[in-house]
Each structure stands twice: as structure tokens, then as C-alpha cells.
């Protein structure tokens, strides 16, 4: 992969960070209309996350947990509400800069990126994550805007 992201960039010396990361991952996006502090805390609470970390509403997170910093683990079970289903989703912080970006490992390698934006009256998020090969990209794209659909709707009611 090193190799072909070289020969892009050679190919291509017009690309940006951005849309590198775009060719290789996947991003979901919203505006949430609330002060950047209020955004940072309802990302990152473990009593936050529990009320909005589902993609639908018959799914929830029954417990979480997180330790923001650099080498910091965080652990977030998601589970269906009827009791049939659960995984835990998780991994290790690579980079937080507070207020702006935060950047993991997720438990199976792959890699995720998250900025924090101050814009027109309230936070832009741009989440982009390496895709996994169980599931087709679009479906895993869906899932994690429900996700984010979730966030924004939750810290917005704040």
C-alpha cells in the first residue's frame, strides 16, 4: 500500500491529505449545531456515548468506556436491545489533539481519523476509516452516518 500511495502522489502531485484519505477510506460527515465543548464532551463521555453509539433504535450501548489520550484504550459495547446480538468495538489512541482530531487503531488494525471543525454556528465531523472485507463499503458507510446521525441528534438535544 506504501507503494501505490507513493505512485499516486507522483502521478498526482494536485492530491491533498484529504482526498488521499478519501481514495482509501471511507468518510461520513455531519454538522452538529452546538458549541465545539459540548461536542468534545458528548464524543468522548463514556455516559455520552451510551446514548447515541447505535446505528438504529433498536440497538444501544449498554456500557462504555475511555481513556482519551495517546496509548489510551476505549470500549464501546453495542448490542441489539432484544438481547440476540453484541459486539464490543474498540482500540487504542494513536492521536488526540483536543478539540480538533483524534486518530485509532481499532482492535482488528484497522485505522480511523476524526476531525473537529468549528464551523457556521456550531462543529463539522469528517470521520474516515479503513474499511473491513466482511461487509460491501456502502453498507458499512451507511452504518457508521447512522451512527454519526445518532451523535448529531443526541448532542444537539443537549
Request: aromatic share 12%; proline share 4%.
Amino acid at each position: 500500500m506504501v507503494f501505490e500511495l507513493i505512485v499516486l502522489l507522483y502521478l498526482n502531485p494536485e492530491l491533498t491529505l484529504t482526498s488521499i484519505i478519501k481514495f482509501y477510506m471511507i468518510t461520513v460527515e455531519t454538522h452538529v449545531s452546538a458549541p465545539l465543548e459540548t461536542v468534545w464532551a458528548s464524543w468522548n463521555q463514556p455516559e455520552h456515548i451510551q446514548n447515541w453509539c447505535q446505528a438504529s433504535p433498536d440497538w444501544h450501548a449498554p456500557h462504555a468506556e475511555n481513556d482519551l489520550r495517546v496509548g489510551g484504550n476505549f470500549k464501546t459495547v453495542m448490542a441489539a436491545k432484544d438481547g440476540s446480538f453484541s459486539f464490543d468495538f474498540g482500540g487504542v489512541y494513536d492521536v488526540v489533539v483536543m478539540h480538533e482530531r483524534i486518530a485509532y487503531t481499532m482492535a482488528d488494525g484497522r485505522k480511523a481519523i476524526i476531525t473537529f471543525s468549528e464551523k457556521e454556528g456550531g462543529v463539522t465531523i469528517v470521520e474516515s476509516f479503513d474499511p473491513e472485507t466482511q461487509n460491501p463499503e456502502e453498507m458499512q458507510q451507511q452504518g457508521w452516518q447512522a451512527i454519526l446521525n445518532s451523535f448529531k441528534a443526541y448532542t444537539e438535544s443537549l
